[in-house]
Nanobody, 121 residues
Framework: QVQLMESGGGLVQAGGSLRLSCAASGSIFTTNTMGWYRQAPGKQRELVAFITSGGTTNYADSVKGRFTISRDSAKNTIYLQMNSLKPEDTDRYYC???????????????WGQGTQVTVSS
């Protein structure tokens, strides 16, 4: 079992910055992928960014150039630096942790409780 603790959400004006953190604890494989997704009420959860244990990153087109994902592997923690925030970035952001890739996909897939990010215009 893996537990995820998220922090860093809040209210910010458009053009401002926030940094989200997500710390994973528990029985963790060395090879894993951590990321952030976001979801607005009534909408599908969408990928914001992910980073693998090897350091490979991927971003949604809507956040490229504004958001940066990074990780401290020693602490099993990821960070999402969000700059130049826009009102359309307002969502609940969820940390995701995956490990154990196999023929049927990820064997282990965990989600945090989410942290609210609100960007005022």
């Amino acid at each position: 079992q893996v537990q995820l603790m998220e922090s860093g959400g809040g209210l910010v004006q458009a053009g401002g910055s926030l940094r989200l953190s997500c710390a994973a604890s528990g029985s963790i494989f060395t090879t894993n992928t951590m990321g952030w997704y976001r979801q607005a009420p009534g909408k599908q959860r969408e990928l914001v960014a992910f980073i693998t244990s090897g350091g490979t990153t991927n971003y949604a087109d809507s956040v490229k150039g504004r958001f940066t994902i990074s990780r401290d592997s020693a602490k099993n923690t990821i960070y999402l630096q969000m700059n130049s925030l826009k009102p359309e970035d307002t969502d609940r952001y969820y940390c995701n942790f995956r490990m154990g890739w196999g023929p049927e996909g990820w064997e282990y897939d965990y989600w945090g409780q989410g942290t609210q990010v609100t960007v005022s215009s």
